[in-house]
């Protein structure tokens, strides 16, 4: 078999609603790696959120986290890569977020920091990371003085306070960031928005392109599988790419398959396992 690469998403794609991984997709999954096939998961997580997942499919290899930022090898824990952002970018950050009143998380250390505002919302963060640290104020948290930089900021609040937040930094940063908002969709916090914050240059695809060339492989056989717009870079990058059955029209235009499984059915990642390499799961041990 020529030497392939498949690389998957978590949420919505390898793990259902709940976070569980469906048993057919790591069935497939282990039949993928037993086959000679490299598995990497490439994640909006960090580390420690994806640990558990990269346990359970067996693999050892390296997997992409924060969108790109972090590539950790998962059989010894090790930090491949990290971009971070550091100061004077992190004080600009907790002058326009304090300024803005948002409810902030700090991304650093595998683990997120925040204050008694962001509790309602720990829930919510709590799919990124399993190490979470409570302040009295997340603008003085340790975190923000991480030596090799802050993987992640986010900010919450209403939208005009988080657009005003973000205009305000694209006047003060002096080296770039990348900055994107978005509204919330889960419930109960629809109608608020977001603003996340993080090193400039690394997407899912810098991450995909940068395993790919450390395992020797070509990008024309990496098969990557998503369901979201952050998949969208590493399906630019790959040979082929899947996107998952509940996955928006933006992301499905975008892919070279469209699945018709879903991540509350299950099954999607063994469909794509099976159209890219031929490969069918075995029985779960």
Known sequence: MQRSLLAIDLDGTLLDPSGRPHDRDVLAVRAALTAGVSVSIVTG????GTRAAAAVLGLRGPVGCADGSHVVQSGDHVTLVHSGVSAPETSHLRAALSRASLTTFVFAKDAIGHDARGADFVPYVR????????AADVYAHELWDTEDGVTAVVALGPRESVLQAAEDLARDLTRPVFLVQFPLRREPH????ALMARAPGCTKGTAVRWIAEREGIALKDVVSVGDWVNDLPMFEVAGRSFAMGQAPDEVKSRATDVLTETCESGGGVAAAVAKAFGIAPGRLR
């Open 45 to 48: 997580r960090l580390y420690s």
């Open 127 to 134: 799919t990124w990371s399993t190490d979470i640290r409570a």
């Open 190 to 193: 629809v109608g608020i928005w």
